[in-house]
C-alpha cells in the first residue's frame, strides 16, 4: 500500500465499501501487528484484524470523512492488540497465582474459597448482563472505568455506581452465609 486515502475515498454514498478497505488495508493491519504482537498466533493476529474492521463499520457514521483510513486502522488496531494483550497477562497471572495459591492453602480454606466464588457466580448470574460485564471487566480483567464507560458508552460515574451496587449485593450474599466480606 503505497498511496494514503482518505475515508471519503471508500464512501459509496453513505456507506463504507468494506471489501475494498479489506482488500487495501489488511496488509497493511499485518504489518503492524506483526510488528506489535511478538508472540501471537495467527488465530489471535486474525481476530484482532477483523476486530479492527467491525470497529470501522459500527463507528462509520462518526468518521472524519476528510482523515486518512491508515490513520484511523492504525489507532484502531492499536487499541485492540493492547486490550488483548493485558486480557492474556490478566488470564496468566491469575493462573500463576492461583497455582501458588493452591499449594499453599488447607483444603478447608480451598473448599471456603470454592464456595465463597460459587456463591459470588450464582448471584452475578442473576444480576443484569450489563452489570454482571461491568463487574468481570473491571475484577477480572484488569479493565479501568474509563475504558469500560467508553467501551458501553455511558459515564464513569454510572460504572462506579454500578460497581458500588454489585458489591453491595455481593457482600450481603457473603454475609448472609456467615462470611466475612
Known amino acids: 500500500m503505497k498511496e494514503t486515502k482518505s475515508i471519503k475515498q471508500y464512501m459509496n454514498e453513505n456507506e463504507l465499501n468494506m471489501e ?34 467491525l ?13 486518512e483510513m491508515s490513520y484511523y486502522l492504525a489507532g484502531t488496531i492499536k487499541r485492540i492488540y493492547s486490550k488483548k494483550r493485558r486480557n492474556l497477562k490478566t488470564i496468566i497471572r491469575i493462573e500463576d497465582y492461583e497455582n501458588s495459591l493452591y499449594e499453599a492453602e488447607s483444603l478447608e480454606d480451598r473448599t471456603e474459597k470454592d464456595e465463597k466464588n460459587l456463591l459470588i457466580e450464582n448471584k452475578l448470574n442473576e444480576m443484569k448482563e450489563e452489570d454482571k460485564n461491568i463487574f468481570i471487566a473491571y475484577y477480572y480483567y484488569s479493565i479501568s472505568i474509563k475504558e469500560i464507560s467508553r467501551d458501553l458508552k455511558i459515564s464513569e460515574l454510572k460504572v462506579k455506581s454500578r460497581l458500588f451496587r454489585i458489591r453491595r449485593k455481593l457482600k450481603k450474599v457473603l454475609e448472609q452465609r456467615g462470611y466475612s466480606y
Not at 470497529?55 to 482523515?67: G, S
Open 55 to 67: 470497529a470501522l463499520w459500527k463507528n462509520q457514521e462518526r468518521l472524519e470523512k476528510d482523515r
Open 20 to 53: 475494498k478497505v479489506m482488500k487495501d488495508y489488511t496488509p497493511y493491519l499485518y504489518s503492524i501487528i506483526n510488528h506489535k504482537g511478538n508472540g501471537l498466533t495467527e488465530e489471535d493476529m486474525e481476530e484482532i484484524i477483523s476486530d479492527t474492521f
